[in-house]
């Protein structure tokens, strides 16, 4: 049984795959098994799996019929022997000390879960500069409170730089179909579980940012189902995290963040009022929910926080000011967009 088991959905990626293969074979840990899920390739993807296949046994082929990427990953997952399951797609590349520094992390930090790693931008900034954005705010994510704390901003990892204890999809279930970024929705799971999760300072793989990326072209990955998802565990964290008799206000009056943090009465919960620092907004109540000034709010004992503002300069000087205000953050107020 190998200590690595690295888990490769593909799907018509013969420009791609062999790039990613090797990746993965240059790797200096060699006790991997490379397992490619051909997810009804109609290119010439498997021909070339089954010829990298027959001069490296630990290179497995699982070939399904078109089925999506989260059928891909499970059956992966099915045949995966090793101890810790890496994550790999055919469009980008590991640095030869991924598998090795990811690996003896797990080993030596028995209470984390999941560790992922600092990745570099594959693309153009000028052409994809809200992704880049991204990868930044991904890369400024460490330590397991950092990413517990920021969990609902955005994901906190790119999902093809992580690798996990394979136990975990046993005690906590694996990948889930619905309208919804499947990845996002294990971190969201395993994290309510209790699982830490760190991510390793090293730039160890390069994302690459092509136009058939699905984030680009599927509906389970627009905003709004980013929202939906956050919702059902914003609400879960609340219900056993927070104080019952705490009201729960939404920092954020306009429009689009009211439109947002709505989610949550499809959970269950209640909404007692809103902040807002343009003065145009308060003194009034909308929907019967009334809208102040943040130097208005009620106590940290009587209230608990959500920051709603998606802008991430808005983001910081929100936690800026509620931590001046004398308020913990994950005690007292969360961020969430």
């Known amino acids: 049984m190998p200590l690595v088991s690295v888990v490769m959905p593909v799907h018509n990626a013969a420009a791609t795959v062999a790039r990613a293969v090797s990746s993965v074979q240059t790797q200096t840990l060699r006790d991997w098994e490379l397992i490619v899920v051909d997810d009804g390739s109609t290119d010439s993807t498997r021909e070339h799996l089954l010829e990298y296949s027959l001069n490296d046994p630990r290179l497995r082929v699982v070939t399904i019929d078109r089925r999506g990427i989260v059928a891909a990953l499970n059956a992966g997952l099915a045949v995966a022997t090793g101890e810790f399951v890496a994550r790999m797609d055919a469009d980008d590349e590991s640095a030869p ?79 889930v179909e619905g309208g919804f970024p499947e990845d996002y929705e294990l971190w969201l799971r395993w994290l309510d579980a209790g699982v830490p999760m760190a991510k390793l300072p090293e730039i160890l793989l390069t994302w690459h940012d092509l136009p058939g990326r699905l984030s680009r072209t599927d509906k389970r990955y627009s905003p709004e189902a980013f929202y939906q998802l956050k919702a059902k565990w914003i609400a879960e964290w609340l219900r056993h995290d927070v104080v019952a008799s705490r009201e729960i206000w939404i920092w954020g009056a306009g429009r689009p963040t009211r439109k947002r943090a709505a989610h949550l009465a499809e959970h269950g919960i209640r909404i007692a009022g809103y902040l807002d620092i343009d003065a145009r907004k308060t003194g009034r109540d909308v929907g019967g929910v009334p809208v102040v000034l943040p130097e208005e709010m009620p106590s940290a004992e009587r209230c608990f926080v959500l920051s709603y503002v998606g802008n991430r300069g808005a983001r910081d000087y929100n936690r800026n000011e509620l931590k001046a205000a004398g308020r913990v953050e994950g005690r007292d107020f969360l961020l969430c967009a």
């Not at 520094?101 to 984390?112: H, I, M, P, S, Y």
């Not at 880049?132 to 730089?161: D, G, M, Q, Y």
């Open 97 to 175: 000390p991924r598998l090795a520094a990811q690996a003896r992390f797990l080993q030596t930090n028995g209470d984390c879960g999941l560790v992922g790693c600092r990745v570099g931008f594959g693309g153009d900034r000028a052409v994809s500069a809200g992704y880049a954005l991204h990868i930044e705010w991904i890369n400024s994510l460490l330590t397991p409170r950092e990413i517990a704390l920021n969990r609902f901003v955005e994901a906190p990892f790119a999902h093809p730089s992580v690798m996990f204890r394979r136990t975990l999809v046993e005690d906590h279930g694996g990948y």
